[in-house]
């Protein structure tokens, strides 16, 4: 029998289970990261909440008697994210509702892969923040293997946390140190999982910048308006802290990298994108500086997120009008 | 060198390399050929001549009707059998003139040599009519009525497509290494009807051997300037060739003249130059059968061959046969029986086995703007998507829907493979189904 589909007759190698599995395999530095600084539970945590995803999605699917699309890779990613943005001394339970929230309500309520308005790493993460948000921002633990000299009596506490504690000159020194920063930027600093090590999300996210799985125009144009507009806010005196502890620390890359540039809840034409990136920045920052929260970087991309459909009205001008 | 190139656009696996230095191989006509009235865009041919005449090569056949539209000449010598619905390699059975050949009597072209330079351009514009020339790129568009652009369009460029970015077929190249001088010939045909100020001869950097050539004939012919395009997909589409030369964007919904510009395929001109030149009707072609057969060729063809008959000329097909293409991988239709006949816009036969079809699963739009970034005419090809999906057609034609050109590049691109393109051409047929 011939077939009769059809044109193109050939399709370009690129998948989205390619995609997706690219992405995960740029997630693993970070990853081998934090079990580094953080030990043994942070692997703990990533297993569990991915296992809860991909289990989220399965039996959502099977339950609705959907196409079941939990192998897709999609989920995984989910279930690192969600990982990736709770501290590692989080009781294990914060890991499954995190992830199961994320899959449940925020992608397979809205309709699954494609169809969610809201990353939904991010919207778990503000959910678990909204939900128990002493466990989710005060506890902290600092590396396994040490700490910075000089906030020794913080051990219990981020950079960014001693921020919003009206922190005394000495340890604004400490902060904008190049130490810190240096320490900020390879990960033997507190925070959140994923977070920690600047270099080596950079390093994976480098690989999916070249294979065009994420879009640069949106980690760049984020990261770079934080580190502008809080570079202002310094030189005006707003914020005590230098613009590269601003763009180091906390998840402004990890955000940047690997969740605003998430394709389903990023703009797709090249002003959207744009906008997006730069938005989202600025209300970072602004956060940050002004907001109750520590941490500008869920909000910013989940305001941004929201308003991507308005974004994606942005047309290009068509050939020829 | 600096490389002319468009906005947008791919780069597929060209596959070139199959049969591209396979010479150009005339097939001997199978014992029967099926010629289609309507090879052309425009009304059917009306046929002339009755069941069981005899025919000889060249004859004329049957009648344009009205002015899109031209005759239609046996490409063999042989026996009228009369009128057939036939398969036909645009889809559905059409009628098709039947012919038995007589492979005694089927011989080479010979006809009354004329003198080009004697011709007016209304004698020019005739002849190629009565020759039934269209298009030869695939669009087989009647050249003679392309000929007669509105007289307040006058053309500035006229650009000779050699560019030939549908991956795996090599005719035009061919053409080019072998036909170069008559290629430029059929040029000077041209130019003396449409009186352009510049004429350029446009060929894709994966072919510099056929550069190479095409520069040396045209020292002989000074007005004719060849141009070197970056190998991308669609760069043989009229409206991005346009742009690539003249920096132009032809108007939406209009034409290249709208821009002064005309573009004519490299086998038209040929035909164009035979036709002129030594009164030879369009009754065969280049056709490159390529893919999964055993001996990828460039075959020149009777009109109105089967495709199996070549397929079997090329010494069979390797695997099991799955698919069988009428023109490229891109833009081709897949057929549903090898017994269709090649026409007057057969590029070529693209043949796939088991391994080389592609799979059909798709999976969800993951936003991923691929198929955004390459439209050639900046169309938000997934938006356009998900309206014709959610049957809103009316926002899909706000969004452009109606100047896609079917390119097939967005659905080429798309990593969930979706079949974009056929939901475009879905919804062109809605919008000018509601139209009427
Ligand atoms: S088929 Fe249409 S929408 Fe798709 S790339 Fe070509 S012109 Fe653009
Ligand atoms: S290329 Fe496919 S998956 Fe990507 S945005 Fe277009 S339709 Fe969606």
Same mark, same amino acid.
């Given at each position: 029998?011939?077939?009769?589909?059809?044109?193109?007759?050939?399709?370009?190698?690129?998948?989205?289970?390619?995609?997706?599995?690219?992405?995960?395999?740029?997630?693993?530095?970070?990853?081998?990261?934090?079990?580094?600084?953080?030990?043994?539970?942070?692997?703990?945590?990533?297993?569990?909440?991915?296992?809860?995803?991909?289990?989220?999605?399965?039996?959502?699917?099977?339950?609705?008697?959907?196409?079941?699309?939990?192998?897709?890779?999609?989920?995984?990613?989910?279930?690192?994210?969600?990982?990736?943005?709770?501290?590692?001394?989080?009781?294990?339970?914060?890991?499954?509702?995190?992830?199961?929230?994320?899959?449940?309500?925020?992608?397979?309520?809205?309709?699954?892969?494609?169809?969610?308005?809201?990353?939904?790493?991010?919207?778990?993460?503000?959910?678990?923040?909204?939900?128990?948000?002493?466990?989710?921002?005060?506890?902290?633990?600092?590396?396994?293997?040490?700490?910075?000299?000089?906030?020794?009596?913080?051990?219990?506490?981020?950079?960014?946390?001693?921020?919003?504690?009206?922190?005394?000159?000495?340890?604004?020194?400490?902060?904008?140190?190049?130490?810190?920063?240096?320490?900020?930027?390879?990960?033997?600093?507190?925070?959140?999982?994923?977070?920690?090590?600047?270099?080596?999300?950079?390093?994976?996210?480098?690989?999916?910048?070249?294979?065009?799985?994420?879009?640069?125009?949106?980690?760049?144009?984020?990261?770079?308006?934080?580190?502008?507009?809080?570079?202002?806010?310094?030189?005006?005196?707003?914020?005590?802290?230098?613009?590269?502890?601003?763009?180091?620390?906390?998840?402004?890359?990890?955000?940047?990298?690997?969740?605003?540039?998430?394709?389903?809840?990023?703009?797709?034409?090249?002003?959207?994108?744009?906008?997006?990136?730069?938005?989202?920045?600025?209300?970072?920052?602004?956060?940050?500086?002004?907001?109750?929260?520590?941490?500008?970087?869920?909000?910013?991309?989940?305001?941004?997120?929201?308003?991507?459909?308005?974004?994606?009205?942005?047309?290009?001008?068509?050939?020829?009008? | 060198?600096?490389?002319?190139?468009?906005?947008?656009?791919?780069?597929?696996?060209?596959?070139?390399?199959?049969?591209?230095?396979?010479?150009?191989?005339?097939?001997?006509?199978?014992?029967?050929?099926?010629?289609?009235?309507?090879?052309?865009?425009?009304?059917?041919?009306?046929?002339?001549?009755?069941?069981?005449?005899?025919?000889?090569?060249?004859?004329?056949?049957?009648?344009?009707?009205?002015?899109?539209?031209?005759?239609?000449?046996?490409?063999?010598?042989?026996?009228?059998?009369?009128?057939?619905?036939?398969?036909?390699?645009?889809?559905?059975?059409?009628?098709?003139? !039947?012919?038995?050949?007589?492979?005694?009597?089927?011989?080479?072209?010979?006809?009354?040599?004329?003198?080009?330079?004697?011709?007016?351009?209304?004698?020019?514009? !005739?002849?190629?009519?009565?020759?039934?020339?269209?298009?030869?790129?695939?669009?087989?568009?009647?050249?003679?009525?392309?000929?007669?652009?509105?007289?307040?369009?006058?053309?500035?460029?006229?650009?000779?497509?050699?560019?030939?970015?549908?991956?795996?077929?090599?005719?035009?190249?061919?053409?080019?290494?072998?036909?170069?001088?008559?290629?430029?010939?059929?040029?000077?045909?041209?130019?003396?009807?449409?009186?352009?100020?510049?004429?350029?001869?446009?060929?894709?950097?994966?072919?510099?051997?056929?550069?190479?050539?095409?520069?040396?004939?045209?020292?002989?012919?000074?007005?004719?300037?060849?141009?070197?395009?970056?190998?991308?997909?669609?760069?043989?589409?009229?409206?991005?060739?346009?742009?690539?030369?003249?920096?132009?964007?032809?108007?939406?919904?209009?034409?290249?003249?709208?821009?002064?510009?005309?573009?004519?395929?490299?086998?038209?001109?040929?035909?164009?130059?035979?036709?002129?030149?030594?009164?030879?009707?369009?009754?065969?072609?280049?056709?490159?059968?390529?893919?999964?057969?055993?001996?990828?060729?460039?075959?020149?063809?009777?009109?109105?061959?089967?495709?199996?008959?070549?397929?079997?000329?090329?010494?069979?097909?390797?695997?099991?046969?799955?698919?069988?293409?009428?023109?490229?991988?891109?833009?081709?239709?897949?057929?549903?029986?090898?017994?269709?006949?090649?026409?007057?816009?057969?590029?070529?036969?693209?043949?796939?086995?088991?391994?080389?079809?592609?799979?059909?699963?798709?999976?969800?739009?993951?936003?991923?703007?691929?198929?955004?970034?390459?439209?050639?005419?900046?169309?938000?090809?997934?938006?356009?998507?998900?309206?014709?999906?959610?049957?809103?057609?009316?926002?899909?034609?706000?969004?452009?829907?109606?100047?896609?050109?079917?390119?097939?590049?967005?659905?080429?691109?798309?990593?969930?493979?979706?079949?974009?393109?056929?939901?475009?051409?879905?919804?062109?047929?809605?919008?000018?189904?509601?139209? !009427?």
């Amino acid at each position: 029998m011939l077939q009769l589909s059809p044109a193109p007759h050939i399709s370009s190698p690129k998948s989205t289970k390619k995609i997706m599995y690219g992405v995960i395999g740029a997630l693993i530095p970070a990853l081998v990261g934090s079990v580094f600084f953080f030990g043994w539970r942070a692997l703990f945590l990533v297993v569990l909440s991915v296992l809860t995803a991909v289990a989220t999605e399965w039996l959502f699917q099977l339950i609705t008697h959907r196409e079941i699309t939990c192998s897709d890779g999609s989920a995984i990613i989910t279930g690192i994210l969600v990982a990736f943005n709770i501290p590692v001394n989080s009781p294990w339970w914060i890991a499954v509702v995190g992830s199961f929230f994320a899959i449940f309500v925020v992608k397979q309520l809205f309709g699954g892969l494609g169809y969610n308005i809201f990353n939904p790493a991010l919207a778990g993460r503000a959910f678990l923040v909204a939900s128990w948000p002493s466990l989710m921002t005060g506890k902290w633990s600092s590396p396994v293997h040490g700490f910075i000299s000089g906030l020794d009596g913080m051990t219990q506490a981020t950079p960014l946390t001693i921020l919003n504690m009206s922190p005394s000159l000495e340890l604004i020194q400490a902060l904008n140190s190049q130490t810190m920063l240096k320490a900020l930027f390879v990960g033997n600093v507190g925070g959140c999982l994923g977070e920690t090590s600047c270099l080596l999300l950079l390093i994976g996210a480098l690989f999916l910048f070249i294979k065009r799985y994420a879009d640069w125009r949106i980690s760049l144009s984020y990261i770079g308006s934080v580190f502008i507009l809080s570079g202002i806010f310094y030189l005006v005196g707003v914020t005590p802290v230098n613009p590269v502890f601003h763009i180091l620390s906390g998840g402004v890359i990890l955000g940047g990298l690997f969740m605003a540039t998430d394709m389903v809840t990023s703009p797709v034409t090249t002003k959207g994108v744009w906008i997006f990136g730069i938005g989202g920045g600025i209300f970072c920052v602004l956060i940050r500086i002004w907001g109750g929260y520590p941490e500008g970087v869920s909000y910013s991309i989940l305001i941004m997120n929201m308003l991507t459909p308005l974004l994606d009205r942005l047309q290009p001008r068509i050939f020829g009008r | 060198m600096k490389l002319l190139s468009f906005k947008g656009g791919t780069h597929p696996l060209e596959r070139k390399e199959l049969s591209s230095d396979a010479h150009i191989k005339r097939v001997e006509p199978p014992e029967i050929v099926y010629l289609p009235l309507s090879q052309h865009t425009g009304a059917p041919s009306k046929v002339i001549i009755e069941k069981k005449d005899e025919v000889t090569v060249g004859m004329k056949i049957a009648e344009g009707d009205g002015k899109i539209s031209v005759p239609l000449h046996s490409s063999v010598a042989g026996v009228f059998m009369g009128v057939v619905d036939y398969p036909h390699p645009l889809g559905e059975k059409k009628p098709a003139m !039947k012919i038995k050949v007589d492979h005694e009597k089927t011989g080479e072209w010979e006809g009354k040599e004329r003198d080009p330079e004697s011709l007016s351009p209304e004698e020019i514009i !005739k002849i190629v009519r009565e020759s039934g020339i269209v298009g030869m790129g695939g669009a087989a568009f009647p050249t003679h009525f392309k000929l007669q652009p509105p007289p307040d369009k006058p053309i500035a460029d006229l650009i000779i497509n050699g560019a030939e970015c549908e991956p795996f077929l090599t005719s035009d190249y061919r053409l080019m290494m072998e036909r170069t001088e008559d290629i430029l010939k059929g040029v000077d045909i041209i130019r003396r009807v449409l009186n352009p100020e510049r004429i350029w001869i446009s060929i894709e950097s994966n072919k510099m051997d056929a550069v190479e050539k095409m520069k040396e004939a045209a020292s002989t012919y000074p007005w004719a300037k060849i141009t070197v395009h970056a190998t991308k997909y669609p760069q043989g589409s009229e409206k991005q060739l346009v742009q690539s030369i003249t920096g132009l964007e032809v108007p939406d919904g209009g034409l290249p003249f709208d821009v002064g510009a005309y573009v004519q395929n490299v086998g038209t001109a040929v035909a164009i130059y035979e036709a002129v030149r030594y009164s030879k009707p369009l009754y065969e072609r280049i056709v490159t059968v390529t893919g999964s057969v055993r001996e990828p060729s460039n075959f020149l063809v009777p009109i109105g061959t089967p495709f199996e008959y070549l397929i079997e000329q090329t010494s069979g097909v390797i695997g099991e046969l799955k698919k069988i293409i009428n023109g490229g991988p891109m833009m081709g239709i897949a057929q549903v029986t090898g017994e269709v006949p090649v026409i007057k816009g057969t590029t070529g036969i693209l043949i796939q086995n088991e391994e080389e079809i592609i799979p059909g699963q798709t999976s969800a739009c993951i936003r991923c703007a691929s198929c955004i970034d390459i439209c050639p005419l900046n169309l938000m090809s997934t938006e356009l998507y998900k309206f014709i999906s959610m049957d809103n057609f009316d926002r899909a034609e706000e969004l452009g829907l109606l100047s896609c050109i079917e390119c097939g590049t967005c659905s080429y691109v798309c990593p969930s493979n979706i079949p974009l393109t056929q939901y475009f051409k879905y919804g062109k047929a809605m919008i000018a189904k509601r139209r !009427k």
